[in-house]
């Protein structure tokens, strides 16, 4: 079924047999904010629609019947009260009114561009006037021609092209919501007697595109239809006896798959491991489609790697790589988990871009039971995030050392997150860095360089004998921008021989080293720290997200620099 066309032209007043779904319902929603921004307003409030927008897009419930059955709509994340009579009056009139005025208070070409609410009005005018033009249609031409971005520059030109494409991938962080929120609702409202995650999903993939669920239920054909209602309205892409999938409202898709009791396990190992692990199983002369052919019961995935003479390899390692042979020899690694963890060595506070004080960011470390924390707030020349003088650093430095005489259970240690300059030196003096336990020094400027000159900044850098650790090495956004180009493998060779290392940055939209990048490092002999990056008490969360990038690396505790005891960790750094 094809889904309706969200329009704010035509009054689309609902009646029994038209309700709107969570995407219609969304998209008014940020289609305001981009108006309230056109005209100036309040940024918070601008930020308040955006996030209600996305909440209401990821329900698993149809927003149309929970305002129907007169649910309470503050119970969910993002939405307050003004924001849930917003919503009301969306799905009680199918418009509001204060959206009509904006939208009659605009230009046109403005008001054409409700249609991508993604696309920021205040860049968008700047474009067409730049460029001479005035509606959607001749943006994507100049887009296509490559002109946004020569004559403009590459964020712009970032910009435009992620506000036209509807995107269709998550970071795995917003997924794991979505996730738990289906799931429920597979068991609720599809009547499933067991559930569990598979695919990408499972295997800790940090882009979602698929949602993979096998369940077990004894009719799958009301989980088909109850999985169209899902968010109000979800588009069959697809559907057979055993098989569907659905597009959610919030853009990725979700493929539910029968499996019964007997042919469990090897129904969620066929659903989880990637194509190329199957290949390494068949190239070994593990035959995987014999076992399904055969009448044997699998119920659990140790019977299915059983069958096949092997140890259970862990989800995050099946993509083919050397996980078959390692199981063969017996030689798996025991993957690091979060508990391993026992400090987080890259946060920021109130002193730089961070939302708490060093007092406050101890107390939570503390509480997720760490021995140690480094702050590493931004250096000088970051002004845009606040940097640290060099007399704030010093100060900052006498602060920790008060602080530590206080604290019991936690050690704070005194780094800071250097900025790599251009030239490959760190931007502050030696004197002040010897002062420091460590350091995390980062490129945040001139992502253009090439490979070479990039490659040449960071190993000039790594010559500095206070440089510890290489923070997010790549400085790539998932699903905003690639990275800068680095010749790896020499920046490791010189980490080796200068005796620093890299951290896996945990932030979920960084994850940065990659995971194949974090396997070359553990290749070469370096222990990874795996780091927060956190710029609030709430973000230190994130471990979650950087341990999962260590396990699809094959890391284990012994890789891991945060995994070391205080003693160890300070013995380590010096
Ligand atoms: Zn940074
Ligand atoms: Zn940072």
Known sequence: MPQIAPSLHRDPAPSADKRLSNTEIAHQLTTLAQLLASAGENPFKIKAYRRAATTVQSLPESVHELVQSDADLTAFAGIGKGIAGAIREIVQSGNLRMLDRLKANVSPELAALSEFPRLDPKRVQQIYRKLGISSVSALREKLDAGEIGRLLGPRLEHHVRQALITSHELLLHDVDDIAAAAEDFLRQRGGAKRVEAAGDFRRRVEVIRELNFVIQTDDFAPVVDELQRYGG??????????????????????????????????????????????????????????????????????????????????????????????????????????????????????????????????????????????????????????????????????????????????????????????????????????????????????????????????????????????????????????????????????????????????????????????????????????????????????????????????????????????????????
């Open 233 to 574: 309205h979800s588009e069959l892409v697809r559907a057979d006896a055993e098989r569907a999938t659905v597009r959610l409202p919030i853009g990725i898709l979700l493929t539910v798959e029968l499996a019964t009791t007997a042919r469990w396990g090897l129904a969620l190992l066929l659903a989880t491991g990637a194509e190329a692990h199957f290949g390494a199983l068949e190239a070994a002369g593990h035959d995987l489609a014999k076992l399904a052919r055969s009448r044997q019961r699998f119920p659990t995935e140790e019977s299915v790697y059983a069958a096949l003479g092997l140890p259970v390899i862990p989800p995050e390692l099946r993509e083919g790589l050397d996980e078959v042979a390692r199981a063969e020899a017996d030689d798996l690694p025991r993957l690091v988990a979060l508990t391993d963890l026992r400090g987080d060595l890259h946060m920021h506070t109130t002193a730089s871009d961070g939302a708490h004080s060093i007092e406050q960011m101890a107390a939570a470390a503390k509480e997720r039971g760490y021995r140690y924390i480094g702050i590493a707030d931004h250096s000088q020349s970051l002004k845009i995030a606040g940097g640290l003088s060099e007399e704030a650093l010093w100060g900052q430095i006498r602060r920790i050392d008060k602080i530590n005489e206080k604290l019991d259970g936690i050690r704070v240690l005194k780094s800071a997150e250097v900025d790599i300059r251009i030239d490959g030196t760190l931007d502050y003096p030696d004197e002040l860095l010897r002062e420091l336990d460590y350091t995390v020094c980062s490129i945040h400027s001139r992502f253009g360089l090439s490979r070479e000159q990039q490659t040449e900044r960071i190993l000039r850098a790594m010559d500095n004998e206070h440089f510890t650790i290489l923070g997010h090495a790549t400085g790539r956004l998932l699903l905003r921008r690639p990275g800068y180009q680095i010749d790896l493998e020499r920046i490791i060779a010189q980490a080796q021989a200068r005796r620093c290392t890299f951290e896996i940055n945990a932030s979920p939209d960084r994850l940065d080293l990659s995971a194949a990048h974090a396997r070359l490092a553990r290749e070469a002999g370096l222990k990874i720290a795996i780091n927060t990056d956190a710029h609030s008490t709430r973000e230190l969360d994130f471990m979650r997200c950087g341990v999962d990038v260590a396990r699809r690396a094959g890391l284990t505790k012994k890789d891991v620099l945060n995994c070391l005891t205080l003693p160890q960790v300070v013995k380590a750094l010096t």
